[in-house]
C-alpha cells in the first residue's frame, strides 16, 4: 500500500473515530468474505458502519484523548463497527450476528466514550434501546394522570349506575 493511501486511510479513521460516540472492535478471523459482505449490508441498512482495518495504521489514528487501555485491543486481525447513536442496536446486532454465524469476537471498545472490557459486552446487549427507555418514561409519566381521571370519573359512572337501576325499578 502506498504511503498516500495509508496517510489518506489513517486521516479517515481519525475522522471516524472523533465523530462516532461509540467503538466496537472485533476479533473477525473466521469471517468468509460472504459473511463480511452480509454483515456489511445488514450494518450499512441500519446506518451504522464496519471497517476492517491494519491494527498500525488504527493505533495511528487513535487520538490522544482515547482511553490508553484501548490500545490493548488492537492486537490479531481487527475490525471496527462504528456507532453515532443507538450503540445498544449495534451490539445487538453484532451478538446476533455472531450468534448465527459463529464467526465474529468482541475484544473491546468505546461506549459513549467510555471504555468496554470483553466481558461487559453482553450488559450492553441486554440494555434496553432508546425506544424502549423513552416508552418507558412516557408510560411512567401519564400513570398517575391517568389515575386521577379515573378516580374523578368513578363517582359520576356510580351515580349513572344508581340513576339507570332506580329508573329500571320504576
Known sequence: MKHETKQKLVQELAGNFSSQKTV????????TVAHAVELRKLLRKNSYS???VKNRLALRALK???PREL??????PTAIAFASDEPVKLARLLKDFSVQKKVLTFKGGLLEGQL???EKFEEICKLASREELLGKIGYLMAYPL???LRTWQAPLANMGRLLSQLKDKK
Open 146 to 148: 391517568t389515575k386521577l
Open 71 to 76: 490500545r490493548d485491543y488492537f492486537h490479531r
Open 64 to 66: 490522544e484523548d482515547m
Open 116 to 118: 468496554v472490557p470483553p
Open 24 to 31: 466496537y472492535l472485533l476479533d473477525y478471523t473466521k469471517m
Open 50 to 52: 464496519f471497517r476492517v
